[in-house]
T-cell receptor
């Protein structure tokens, strides 16, 4: 079975500052990794995903994440945040062999960008 | 394309009442699913479907029924609502059940059971 832990429930940061949202996972099998963003009163939108290859993955809106297999982590980073990045961010994993579409989500991290 | 649409946006039910949450997609996706989102717990899979006429249980299926008679629609039924079903419900669709394909989420239905 897989599990995902997002280490911070809330991350306050000032506009134009860098940010890192932390995600650790546990799994006995190979996994794919995802970050989703949920803007207020909206559904989830895929930010980026790691399937294979380069461990540094770039996504939309200037976000990137690094897969670290030895530390079982997939932390999300942005060098300079904007007010519009205020949202809830979810890390998720799935077995590479899955054909059920099942994603295991973390608890979510609320990013609060202050002016 | 409208993408994934969900109705209603908000609903209040009394314990024991029944209702159907509607979900539709216009992308000709084979795969559709329902998640519930609860504070501090992320999203959890309720039911999913890999095509018309095929459904299966997810992580938290108790108290919910689904059917898939067309590719476009995937309604979620609560036969006898309970306060524990107070949650935000999201429908998602994808080209297939392979998670390498992006899942597209609807805007959600916020359900309160009193």
């Amino acid at each position: 079975a897989q599990s995902v832990t997002q280490l911070d429930s809330q991350v306050p940061v000032f506009e134009e500052a860098p940010v890192e949202l932390r995600c650790n996972y546990s799994s006995s099998v190979s996994v794919y990794l995802f970050w989703y963003v949920q803007y207020p009163n909206q559904g989830l939108q895929l930010l980026l995903k790691y399937l294979s290859g380069s461990t540094l993955v770039k996504g939309i809106n200037g976000f990137e994440a690094e897969f670290n297999k030895s530390q079982t982590s997939f932390h999300l980073r942005k060098p300079s945040v904007h007010i519009s990045d205020t949202a809830e961010y979810f890390c998720a994993v799935s077995e590479t062999s899955s054909n059920t579409g099942k994603l295991i989500f973390g608890q979510g991290t609320t990013l609060q960008v202050k002016p | 394309n409208a993408g994934v649409t969900q109705t209603p946006k908000f609903q209040v039910l009394k314990t024991g009442q029944s209702m159907t949450l509607q979900c539709a997609q216009d992308m000709n996706h084979e795969y559709m699913s329902w998640y519930r989102q609860d504070p501090g717990m992320g999203l959890r899979l309720i039911h999913y479907s890999v095509g018309a006429g095929i459904t299966d249980q997810g992580e938290v299926p108790n108290g919910y029924n689904v059917s898939r008679s067309t590719t476009e629609d995937f309604p979620l039924r609560l036969l006898s609502a309970a306060p524990s079903q107070t949650s935000v419900y999201f429908c998602a669709s994808s080209r297939s059940g392979r998670v390498t394909y992006e899942q597209y989420f609807g805007p959600g239905t916020r359900l309160t059971v009193t």
